[in-house]
C-alpha cells in the first residue's frame, strides 16, 4: 500500500480544492449528481464522482496515483453536515445564511 503524504497546508488545500470545485469542477457535475460526492486533484484538476468518499478517490487514485484529492458532497458546502437542516432546502427557499 502506498503511503501518501500531504504537500499543502491545511489552508492552502481547501483553498485550492473550493476555488477548482466553484470554478471547474461544479458546472459539469452539479445538475445531475446532486448528493453525490465529488474527488478533485487540487494540482491537476481532474475529478471522479461517486457515491461514497472512498469510491470516488479510488476512482480517482487509479487515474491519478499521486494525487491529492479534495472531496464534497456536490451541491452542498461540505461532505458531511451535522443537524437536520439542509442548507440546499433553505436556498432554494431563499433564505440568506443570516437567517439560518
Partial sequence: MTVRHPR???EEFAQRG???YES???PKVEESNLGKLV???IETGAFEVADTAIAATD???ERYPDAQPWVIR???QAVYRFGSRSLKKAYDAGLRKSEL
Fill in 39 to 41: 474527488a478533485i486533484d
Fill in 59 to 61: 476512482l480517482l487514485y
Fill in 74 to 76: 456536490i451541491g452542498h
Fill in 8 to 10: 499543502y497546508s491545511k
Fill in 18 to 20: 473550493n476555488e477548482l
Fill in 24 to 26: 471547474q469542477v461544479r
